[in-house]
């Protein structure tokens, strides 16, 4: 960014420095450790300096706020004008429970609702299904038809809040019970906003809550892609995930990299149905881990947008810039939480979501302090959701947009993650393809190794986790932890059956005819999966007539 | 000269979450530390996770769950273990496990519970002191 002439002497400048002030110092007090790495095992230098950007063109690389290469962030004036969407995830026990937990939430100032289904749920079993037992609203909420949604939302109208729904193989389901909800409400379907998962790829490698094999699983997605571009034009349908993939154990360039190689995928099955990538691409989003390394949360961030915004206007020659935008959610990382001394985690979670910011996110979900331990109450989800107040209302950090900008590390890592990413986008191309990468076990191994990687560091010291392996103190469980009542699985499964006995069982076999017909014809499912719904077919009904089709994923084990 | 068995283990995953990070990291390290490890996958049932403790003729269950469905699982799986007469298989287990749990699980036979934050170096530690070694 500097003339030659100025690099040429901050370059003799900093020779001279490194030949005389720093040894010197060094002489004296020896830094802490011989190398310093980040979590993608990048090294980091002492100091940066403008000439590690060099060669960075404000205009091509960095640009203006909403503009391309949208580096600075999506919108002109970012936080100045709206600030980011405080949306916590949420859901445990009984429809009603969490019916209530939302208003709660929404009472104490969140801005958006998140949806956290129940195992049985997620794998599109009912809650009376034996796979089921002893797993019915103990992690999420126990959705098994269309009467559970209309209690989940109920008094809670939706145009006027967005909801997200972390659902991925019965994505279709869930979304279809969501427009039943809102045509009962009389909420017009052009007005629903919210998003649906529907990231089917990274749960062979990353989630692993997979019912359906890899292509089946991507038609699913794809369904849903289309059907929102047709009918939903408010309506998120996918929301590509690097979150997963990092909990598992990815770094954070693996996260970057393996994310936005979904994206690809999903854009060209999509355009494999006929429609026009303007017509859909605006409404994919995105959804990233914020982990402990800070400025490298911060340059993933800002290399992602960059990115896929060149990748969407390069690869698929997108016209419009809103099919080059990359929204994305972030949650901070669930896995850097400590059961030891947890009020630690209050601490975590803000340096994490505060990187969130910096790197310029839409949405934020900010984990709470207990849950290394249980699900969180409603004291612990309070603090959570008042760490994204406090840096939105009194750190200072919304008043201008991306103010690291121009930093010489920041910058240099951003450039430094974005080739690391292309390199290995190039490698999956390479090799056929993100479900070629998965049936290779590609991903999956890449993850484990670095999960490894991690623990050893911890394990022999390398890495310090305060509270965990340095730090420590002889503790009782300190917290009182939110326990799900376990009467609210008999309740739910009396619940299903009742609904069974009462419901016009010649209209649900007729439907249900009707969807194996169209799943085998290979037809766009929506359709019929919300008449299926509404005619209070069950959830784990539909998911049987799928697993009759498709047939099951089985799973690669490697250690 | 007569060479040691390896201590058998197995490390698997009951319910129906998919956190397989950390079976996989214990499974990892049990083998590095010199033992032959089996890992189940996911989502096995109680009856499948000891079926294959069977064949695999396992000295050492690892059980890994972080859905809150151990109450439920756990004793099952004991039970299981108790009819087949497994009298000398240890049993341990990670995962989220609340403390309040812990004593319950001790006292149906879990051995060892290890939650969030431990090192695998304990795991091998406990594994080496309580496997019944076999030749």
Redesign the interface.
């Known amino acids: 960014m500097l003339d030659e002439r100025k690099i040429k002497e901050i370059k003799r400048e900093r020779e001279r420095w490194e030949s005389t002030t720093l040894p010197n110092w060094i002489r004296h007090y020896p830094e802490r450790k011989s190398e310093f790495r980040n979590h993608s095992d990048v090294l980091i230098k002492g100091i940066y300096t403008p000439e590690d950007t060099e060669n960075l063109d404000y205009m091509s690389d960095l640009g203006f706020p909403g503009e391309y290469p949208f580096t600075r962030g999506l919108h002109a004036t970012m936080y100045r004008g709206r600030l980011w969407t405080m949306r916590m995830f949420s859901g445990f026990g009984t429809a009603a429970q969490t019916n209530q937990r939302f208003k709660y939430l929404l009472k104490e100032g969140e801005t958006g609702l998140s949806t956290a289904f129940d195992?049985?749920t997620?794998?599109g079993?009912d809650s009376d299904h034996p796979?089921?037992?002893?797993?019915v609203g103990?992690?999420g909420v126990a959705i098994s038809s269309l009467e559970d949604m209309e209690t989940l939302f109920d008094g809670i109208p939706l145009d006027k809040v967005t909801t997200s729904m972390t659902i991925n193989g019965p994505a279709p389901m869930l979304l279809a019970m969501y427009v039943a909800v809102g045509d009962k409400q009389g909420v017009p379907r052009q007005r629903l906003g919210g998003t649906t998962q529907n990231d089917n790829l990274k749960e062979f490698f990353a989630?692993?809550?997979c019912i359906f094999p890899p292509k089946p699983s991507v038609k699913l997605t794809t369904d849903v892609i289309e059907y929102c571009a047709r009918h939903l034009p408010k309506w998120n349908p996918v929301s590509i995930s690097g979150y997963h993939i990092r909990?598992?154990?990815a770094t954070a360039l693996q996260e970057l990299a393996f994310t936005l190689y979904d994206g690809i995928a999903y854009v060209e099955s999509t355009l494999e149905r006929g429609l026009s990538l303007e017509d859909f691409a605006p409404r994919l989003s995105f959804f990233f881990a914020s982990h402990n390394d800070f400025f490298e949360e911060i340059a993933k961030f800002r290399a992602a947008r960059r990115l896929w915004a060149k990748i969407m206007k390069e690869r698929f020659h997108a016209k419009k810039p809103r099919s080059m935008w990359m929204r994305m959610h972030v949650q901070t990382s669930g896995?850097t939480?400590?059961?030891?001394q947890p009020l630690n985690n209050i601490v975590r979670s803000t340096m994490q979501a505060l990187a969130a910011v910096l790197g310029g996110t839409q949405s934020l979900h900010t984990n709470s302090f207990d849950e290394?331990?249980?699900l969180p109450t409603e004291e612990s989800v309070r603090v959570a959701l008042r760490t994204q107040q406090i840096i939105a209302y009194e750190s200072g950090v919304t008043s201008t947009v991306d103010p690291l900008a121009g930093s010489y590390y920041l910058e240099a890592l951003t450039d430094e993650m974005e080739e690391k990413a292309v390199e290995y986008i190039q490698k999956i191309d390479d090799m056929g393809g993100a479900i070629a990468a998965i049936e290779k076990g590609f991903f999956q191994k890449e993850i484990?190794d670095s999960?490894?990687r991690y623990?050893?560091e911890?394990?022999d010291r390398k890495r310090t986790?305060v509270g965990?392996?340095e730090y420590t103190i002889e503790e009782?469980?300190p917290i009182k932890?939110l326990?799900?009542d376990p009467r609210a699985e008999k309740e739910q499964v009396s619940r299903v059956q009742r609904l069974r006995r009462e419901r016009d069982n010649r209209k649900v076999k007729e439907v249900l005819e009707k969807l194996h017909y169209a799943a085998e014809r290979d037809e766009n499912l929506m359709p019929t999966i919300i008449d299926a719904v509404k005619a209070y077919v069950t959830l784990g009904e539909i998911t049987e007539v799928l697993r009759k089709v498709y047939g099951e994923y089985k799973?690669l084990?490697a250690? | 000269m007569q060479s040691t068995r390896k201590i058998r283990v197995l490390i698997a995953k009951p319910g129906l979450d998919s956190h397989d990070r950390g079976a996989k990291v214990v499974a990892r390290a049990l083998r590095d530390a010199g033992m032959e490890v089996i890992y189940t996958g996911l989502r096995q049932s109680p009856e499948q996770i000891v079926e294959t403790a069977l064949q695999e003729d396992v000295d050492v269950i690892g059980l890994s769950i972080l859905s809150g469905a151990h109450k439920t699982l756990f004793p099952r799986i004991m039970e299981l273990i108790n009819e087949e007469g497994l009298t000398d298989m240890v049993v341990f287990a990670g995962g989220i496990i609340p403390q309040e749990d812990m004593q319950e699980l001790r006292k149906i036979g879990i051995k060892g519970i290890f939650g969030p934050g431990t090192s695998t170096e304990t795991i091998i530690k406990f594994v080496l002191k309580n496997a019944h070694k076999r030749t």
């Open positions: 195992y049985p997620i794998m079993y796979m089921a037992r002893g797993e103990v992690c989630q692993k809550l909990e598992a154990g896995c939480l400590t059961a030891q290394a331990l249980c484990a999960a490894y623990q050893r911890i394990d986790i965990c392996n009782e469980c932890l326990r799900v799973e084990i250690i």
